[in-house]
């Protein structure tokens, strides 16, 4: 009876309502300017391949900063992502490259106009309804800890 009692709480701990996940990756706060933004932080291999796949709902102000290993011209695909989303391709200094709208559950391919440093991930829209492309800096990306 213990152990169903506490795998039921585990599973509440979990679960977030609208059947989203609660991730296990930290949290770095980022700014675009005055917009506050909450960025789960996908630094590693397996992070980084797994994103924002199988969520249903994201908050507003949520995102997933993906933090590469190296400054190269990377790709983002949304095979099991079941949000749609807009991706802004970062330089090592934050500054935006380009900015890409992607739909659910397709293989297509999704890559930086030059080389990136990161990946930032939010609901579809979130730059384009900011004002926010190529050249803008969204600051405290200098924090996030170094891709593997």
Not at 8 to 34: D, H, I, K, R, Y
Not at 55 to 66: H, N, S, Y
Not at 93 to 98: A, F, L, M, P
Not at 140 to 145: I, L, Q, W
Request: proline share 5%; glycine share 8%; charged share 20%.
């Amino acid at each position: 009876m213990f152990f169903r009692m506490a795998l039921f709480v585990a599973s509440l701990a979990v679960a977030l309502p609208g059947g989203a996940q609660q991730s296990q990756l930290p949290l770095l706060e980022l700014f675009a300017g005055m917009h506050r933004i909450e960025a789960e932080v996908a630094a590693t291999s397996e992070s980084r391949q797994t994103g924002m796949m199988q969520r249903t709902i994201m908050a507003p102000q949520r995102g997933m900063l993906f933090v590469f290993p190296e400054v190269a011209a990377h790709c983002m695909w949304m095979r099991n992502t079941l949000l749609p989303l807009s991706v802004a391709f970062l330089d090592e200094k934050g500054r935006v490259i380009n900015v890409e709208d992607m739909q659910p559950k397709t293989d297509d391919t999704h890559c930086a106009s030059k080389p990136a440093r990161y990946a930032l991930e939010m609901n579809l829209g979130w730059f384009k309804s900011r004002g926010l492309n190529a050249g803008f800096a969204i600051t405290g990306v200098e924090k996030a800890p170094a891709g593997r």
